[in-house]
């Protein structure tokens, strides 16, 4: 069959155009977007100081340098009315978008979306996005409670490796827990960290004592000194500060830190550490303010979008075999076959959990309003981005609750 020169030019033709518009279409979003459009505001509980805090401050030089985008920080924000006076700040040298990074900088970062309508407000493990609705203020959060869940099956190895070393007996096998505040929040990261550790060391147990301070070297130290006087084997924490590893590192203790890797300071006891990664988050709502779409009231991000992650394993200090053991958990978890909250692993008062309304809403009163349990497991950060698992599991001994 010959084929005219004609309709060869109309092919050829109709080819580049459809390469062309491929090309186009392939362009990524970052160079569709247009930077100029966005000014980004930081405002952070402490500085660089708190593993917390950094963990966001790298966060959002990684994000803004990406995208190219101009950002301001502003550290050491109370959670009272200076919270309000930066965001005010912010506002007026010009952000498009402001971003607070602790829970008690909520009501002030509502009180200044109202006030500037024009400017997106987002905040990290607050709870009222979604009963505010207010088409500028948002909440992020991340389902952290896998990550910590798998820094406990590290954890769990390690105390197993230490039982079979006949450092002590498997019914010795006790954790201790350094946590901040009584929230839900604590509560369900202490409690998955807790479930991944036995879910490998079926005999562990676990004390817990707070502090009462995101972020108190001192207390923190303090904390965990009184764990390790009362015969716990191993430590790990949800406050901000380098006080418990340190201590654990002079104790010769092993020790899960968070929000980061603790082995240049503790390289004998450092096993592994759960963070956050706000990056993709910050990328987010830096895309979606420029290209004027809406950005979500709750937003939670997961292992799958890079948003719950892992240190570096210590091979010094970690167990043999934990990082085979820590992927395959993970690889479960990713494909949904493995619940962190499967209520078949745990009871509550000698009962297993059929039915929990949890307080989603958070009203003054805290009226349980959700049924949170359904197909066999307790489903945390589903109905809002921030954890609401506020229960007392058996096997765990809350030292103290003054907080």
Not at 62 to 75: F, N, P, Q, R
Not at 196 to 223: D, H, I, L, N, Q
Not at 278 to 289: D, L, N, S, V
């Amino acid at each position: 069959m010959k084929i005219s020169k004609k309709i060869i030019a109309v092919l050829l033709s109709v080819l580049f155009v459809a390469a062309a518009f491929v090309g186009c279409s392939a362009a990524s979003d970052d160079e569709k977007m247009d930077a100029s459009k966005v000014k980004v505001g930081f405002i952070y509980l402490h500085d660089e100081n708190s593993t917390y805090d950094l963990n966001f401050i790298n966060a959002a030089k990684d994000a803004c340098d990406k995208l190219g985008v101009t950002k301001i920080e502003k550290t050491n924000i109370p959670e009272d009315q200076a919270c309000r006076d930066a965001a005010n700040d912010l506002v007026d040298q010009g952000c498009t978008i402001i971003f607070a990074d602790s829970f008690g900088h909520e009501d002030y970062i509502i009180e200044a979306a109202k006030a500037h309508p024009e400017v997106q407000f987002c905040h990290a493990t607050g709870t009222k996005a979604h009963t505010e609705q207010l088409p500028n203020y948002h909440n992020a959060f991340a389902s952290i409670y896998e990550g910590r869940y798998l820094a406990g099956v590290a954890a769990g190895m390690k105390l197993n490796a230490m039982i079979e070393a006949g450092d002590f007996k498997a019914e010795d096998a006790k954790i201790g827990y350094v946590g901040a505040f009584t929230y839900a929040e604590v509560i369900s990261g202490y409690t998955s960290f807790f479930l991944g550790a036995r879910s490998v060391c079926p005999t562990a147990t676990m004390e817990v004592t707070f502090t009462g301070s995101w972020y108190s070297e001192t207390t923190e130290k303090e904390a965990a000194n009184k764990l390790i006087a009362n015969g716990c084997k191993l430590i790990s924490q949800h406050a901000d500060s380098m006080g418990a590893p340190t201590a654990c590192e002079d104790a010769k203790v092993p020790n899960v830190s968070y929000n980061g890797s603790t082995v240049n300071a503790c390289p004998n006891t450092f096993i592994v550490s759960s963070s956050i990664n706000w990056a993709p988050y910050f990328e987010y709502i830096i895309k979606q303010t420029a290209e004027g779409k809406a950005i979500d009231a709750d937003w939670t991000g997961t292992i799958a979008t890079n948003s719950v992650v892992l240190s570096e394993i210590n091979e010094q200090a970690a167990a043999p075999g934990t990082k085979e053991k820590v992927a395959e958990v993970k690889a479960q978890l990713e494909a949904g076959t493995l619940h962190v909250f499967d209520t078949s692993t745990f009871t509550v008062e000698g009962k297993t959990l059929d039915t929990y309304m949890a307080d989603v809403n958070t009203d003054d009163n805290r009226t349980p309003d959700t049924e949170a349990v359904k197909d066999g497991y307790f489903h945390e950060s589903e109905y809002r981005s921030a954890p609401y698992f506020d229960l007392n599991i058996d096997g765990i001994t809350l030292l103290d609750t003054v907080f």
